[in-house]
């Protein structure tokens, strides 16, 4: 886990670049469509704002994130859908401003955590400096929906080895959620970082590994990217039956994306 304070200030900067591209968009360009079925630019957003408030309601008020907690009890199939479009039919201006003030009063408050404590989540209890490992995960992943439906083009960086990180560790949980077997041996992850330099994660003399670019990783584990159209290479059946399912984020298992070239 990185130190808190650099992967919070890591998380600030993330929100800021794509602040910066959605920042001075047109009505028009707000409601372009993205890559997930339904969801505009503006749904995008609402969704990253909706998800801070909530990781501010875990990190400050137990009672008020317990009662959010029963409402996605009472409707796991849409409270996530549901939270991005009642935000999406926000003016953009009001939706921005709701975003920028969210993501700060989050960066206070997990900045304020004491280390070592713990504070409720949807899946397991989450510490400060997991909850902004999860939400810069989230804020690159959705960047790049709004990236693609814009037609911008996001030049790598140095935080994704945050997003590498909670990537190789949800390794088990895409065979959990998705109801298959464990692997019992361990998986080592080789991948070139934006810079050259060699990320590792996982056991050195591993029999299973992954290897090749950490952009490709990512884009893989958010689901981004499908399997066919990255670089990645797979040494060892298991390793490879992971690429196929592979996912950074809790929930549901995630369709992902269809490959370049196939027919919508």
Known sequence: ???PVVVLDDLRDESEELDRLVGELSEEEWAAPT???GWTVAHQIAHLAWTDRAALLAATDTEGFAAETEKALA???RFVDDGAEEGAKLPPAVLLARWREGR????EALRAVPPGVRFPWYGPPMSAPAMATARLMETWAHAQDVADALGAVRPPTARLRHVAWIGHRA????FLVRGLPVPAEPVRVEIAAPDGELWTYGPED?????TGPALDFCLLVTQRAHRDDTALVAHG??????LAIAQAFAGPAGAG???HGAPE
């Open 1 to 3: 886990m990185s130190d």
């Open 35 to 37: 890559p997930a079925p």
């Open 75 to 77: 409707a796991p199939d």
């Open 104 to 107: 700060e009063r989050l960066q």
């Open 171 to 174: 390794r088990d949980y895409a």
């Open 206 to 210: 591993a029999a299973q590994k992954v």
């Open 237 to 242: 059946a298991d390793a490879e039956r992971w």
């Open 257 to 259: 994306r269809a490959p």
